[in-house]
């Protein structure tokens, strides 16, 4: 018989789609449940203590509900917060999400590097030693947004992201002294590859990096020999709150062969 346990993607909302995307083209017929914390979102504003004590619980009832082979944590907050608490809680393997900060200092050539996250990842200890590290001889300049967490989910709720509101974030990086020489900036949130074009065009010449495809690679490796169905079913989309926004986060995802909204 076949293996038909899914992965389980998790994030406060739909940042983690930049890690499915990169995973389904490596296991394309690995079942899939995402699910969004859509009752804490966003998580880059709230507390450590609060992130950390809600993304083990939450955790727990999904792997219970779901029954994974393997949990995703695709958002670099509750990554660098609460990984390991939920690792000593859940008996399933879990992969984390953490800066790409080593492969953006092996791909700067001015040495000077951005950091763009959530308000919480940025500040995390963890992101000091990342930096110390992998990217000593670089300058690591660092900011966090809220707002572009804000237009990545506009975004995939089917509202364009404003060109001006973009680039207003991205100055928050380029502002800062010595901002001018960024060369390689990297996406410390996995909403944020999914505004790469706008980035892109509010900051030409510069390269953008995320840890997706090297996640997407731990997961294949994780998996290596396991079974999988021989059809795939539509992936499961689950919200710890269902209103009007995630209806339409749902509408605009079955195109990429999502199911509707479920409740957690």
């Not at 449940?33 to 859509?38: E, G, K, M, N």
């Not at 995390?124 to 572009?148: I, K």
């Not at 060109?163 to 974030?169: K, L, S, Y």
Request: glycine fraction near 10%; aromatic fraction near 6%; include cysteine.
């Amino acid at each position: 018989m076949r293996d038909a346990r899914p992965i389980l993607f998790f994030d406060s909302g739909v940042g983690g789609l930049s890690v499915v995307a990169p995973t389904r083209a490596l296991l394309p017929q690995a079942p899939i449940v995402y699910a969004a914390d859509s009752a804490g979102f966003p998580y880059g504003t709230r507390s450590e203590g609060e992130i950390a004590a809600r993304v083990p619980a939450l955790l727990g009832r999904l792997v219970e509900r779901y029954r994974p082979r393997l949990a995703v944590i695709a958002c670099n907050t509750a990554s660098t917060i609460a990984l390991p608490a939920v690792r000593a809680a859940l008996d399933v393997p879990v992969v984390g999400t953490v800066p790409a900060i080593k492969p953006a200092a092996a791909m700067s050539a001015t040495r000077v590097i951005g950091v763009l996250g959530t308000e919480a990842t940025v500040r995390q200890p963890y992101v000091d030693d990342l930096a110390a590290r992998f990217a000593g001889d670089c300058t690591v300049l660092r900011h966090g947004s809220a707002a572009l967490v804000e237009l990545a989910e506009a975004a995939l709720a089917g509202e364009a992201p404003s060109p001006q509101a973009v680039a207003a974030q991205l100055g928050g990086l380029f502002g800062q002294p010595g901002g001018e020489r960024i060369d390689v900036i990297v996406n410390a949130c996995t909403h944020f590859p999914l505004l790469e074009a706008a980035m892109a065009a509010a900051a030409p010449g510069v390269r953008f990096v995320d840890g997706g495809p090297g996640i997407a690679r731990r997961i294949a490796a994780l998996t290596q020999g396991q079974d999988w169905p021989e059809s795939v079913p539509s992936a499961r989309l689950v919200f710890t709150r269902v209103g009007d926004r995630e209806r339409r986060i749902a509408r605009h995802l079955a195109a990429r062969g999502f199911g509707d909204a479920e409740a957690l």
